[in-house]
């Protein structure tokens, strides 16, 4: 038989030619399908992932640094993540998610029990915590200190700087009116107004936390805002 011959059998035999002949040809079909399992957590890698972009930025992080602080190789990363600017804005999105979550549990204002400048500490208190670290590494906010210098030419980067922005004004919007309504400020203070200074104040300190300012610095700042606001 020549080789057109032998194409056309091997052609007509189908996935039984695939399996070899042996065994439940779904099966194996399914068993290709399914391909070899993944090696590593990627929301461990994602942890990592955050540290290596919150200590050193966007730009100068390359995938082969990830590659080598996670051990996972570049297709790896590249099939399950994307390329380095999805991976960064998955990263990016951990952080926040993380933030999110224990905001929940501080900023909420009920009218029992709790005053206005109490909540407020406590809220800054999460968020300097988060600035300053664990470490000696100068971090301030590992989403607004690496997004700022890369929002000009990466317009998904820009998206969610601007959409970040926008949630915490909303946010905070939103827990000043509660607030106003339990009488916790005056009928004659904006809520909003009081969101952006807040927000504003949330970003001087992230910058100063990336200059070096300690905790104790970032705090007494903190502690006289409040008084005055309050």
């Not at 200590?55 to 996972?72: K, N, P, Q, Y």
């Not at 590992?142 to 998904?156: G, I």
């Not at 504003?200 to 805002?225: C, F, H, M, P, Y």
């Amino acid at each position: 038989m020549d080789d057109l011959g032998k194409t056309i059998d091997v052609m007509d035999l189908g996935e039984a030619a695939v399996c070899g002949g042996q065994g439940d040809v779904s099966a194996c079909a399914g068993a290709k399908r399914r391909g070899r399992p993944r090696a590593f957590d990627p929301d461990l890698v994602l942890e990592q992932v955050l540290e290596i972009f919150w200590i050193r930025g966007f730009a100068a992080t390359s995938l082969d640094d990830i590659s080598e602080a996670t051990g996972v190789s570049r297709p790896s990363l590249n099939a399950t993540f994307g390329d380095k600017e999805a991976l960064y804005l998955k990263a990016m999105a951990r952080y926040r998610s993380e933030i999110n979550a224990k905001l929940d549990q501080v900023l909420t204002c009920t009218g029992n029990g709790d005053t206005l400048q109490a909540i407020i500490l406590r809220y800054f208190d999460v968020m300097i915590r988060s600035y300053t670290g664990e470490t000696d590494d100068c971090l301030g906010c590992a989403f607004m200190c690496t997004a700022l210098n890369e929002a000009p030419s990466h317009e998904s980067i820009l998206g969610v700087l601007q959409n970040t922005i926008d949630e915490f004004d909303h946010r905070f919007e939103a827990f000043f009116t509660q607030a106003q309504a339990y009488g916790h400020i005056g009928a004659n203070q904006d809520p909003k107004v009081l969101s952006q200074m807040v927000t504003s104040l949330t970003s001087s300190l992230a910058v100063r936390a990336r200059a070096g300012a300690s905790r104790a610095d970032l705090q007494k700042i903190v502690e006289a805002t409040a008084a005055f606001l309050f």
